[in-house]
């Protein structure tokens, strides 16, 4: 294994101050925080809402605790092991696909029983899929510990520097909005939608790969995830606009999402950083080429005055949001894990439940390679 590097934030360019420039877009209704969050309620319910299905991930936030930056490390994609034939992961499996690009819900397969050889498989299915809806799932009720053995099997867990965990495991990301919370009717007092686009923390040197979701709590109906293939997105664009992309890098910064997580009287773990990646990433097990820019961490294109990168990071980000022929909605159920690839993909919660109904999810977050675009062919 190389010898790890430490991490420290880039500047390109000293007179722009890229933590302010470029057409984010920060979430802010999603994840209630410490301000808004309740103990009583979640142990004991309301009278409106039951107590927490799953007190053990209720998320705690301790400020005394501080990360280093994070190191490189050398990441090693299982999926280039598996057979494309998939007798492991899925030979009692009925599939069935969620749109004819994007996505596919799984039935018959208990991600807690697989083998190595069928982890490597899930893997690859997942990086061909997009993103896949696992049913009838044990994965809540496991120990924290084994479900995060298995997530690890797929790269470096990844601490959120800003979120909530369960006590004992902050590798754990929680998405929580607690019992009673209606502040989402705050929230469009301001705004027209909830839709904030977005792949996970691309502001990391080494962003997520292979992700897990799992439902612990939500409403009856809502809450659900909506998800866009960035590989059927570049694809969809002329040979010629794809030329003209090649090359570019561009700016994800993790210091707006920090400063939102201070003004909600949350913690901060790890000091933000900035990265630049390519504006267009290749998978290193599928060959694909996809778009890797987002309107939650993407500030700017290296090189372009600000009104030119915005003319065409806006211009990418209309054209994923109405790809309706390139996307896919999950919905959530109990029992549900949902595997996506964070490198191919981009995704959004929707907040359209407003009955303070809890809705309370973990996320597994293994890290993968630097994101990097091999030669353009056309």
Sequence with gaps: MAPALIETPQTPRSQVDYTKSGTAQVKEAYIGGPKAFSKEAELKGTDKQPPAKYPNYLPTWNPDVKYPPLE??????????ADPSFPNLLKDAKVENLTANIGAEVHGVQLSKLTDAGKDELALFVAQNKVVAFRDQDFADLPIEDALKIGGYFGRHHIHPTSGGPEGYPQVHLVHRGA?????????????????????????KQPPGTTFLYLLDGPGAGGDTIFANQAAAYQRLSPEFRRRLHG??????GFEQAQNATNRGGIVRRAPVQSIHPVV???????????????????????????????????????????????????????????????????SALLDWDDGARRHLARITPQAEQPTETPFEG
Excluded: C, M
């Design 180 to 204: 009673e919370d209606t502040t989402a009717r705050d929230f469009f007092e301001e705004r027209t939608n909830s839709v904030t686009w977005h792949s996970d923390v691309t502001y990391e």
């Design 281 to 347: 990433r290749t998978h290193p097990v599928t060959g694909e080429k996809a778009l890797y820019v987002n309107p939650q961490f993407t500030r700017r294109i290296v090189g372009y005055k600000k009104e030119e990168s915005d003319f065409l990071l806006n211009f990418l980000y209309d054209h994923v949001a109405k790809g309706q022929d390139f996307q896919a909605r999950v919905k959530w159920a109990s029992g549900t894990v949902v595997v996506w690839d964070n490198r191919v993909t981009i995704h």
């Design 72 to 81: 490189l490390f050398d990441h090693y994609d299982h999926g280039k092991d």
């Design 248 to 253: 570019l890098k561009a700016v994800h910064s």
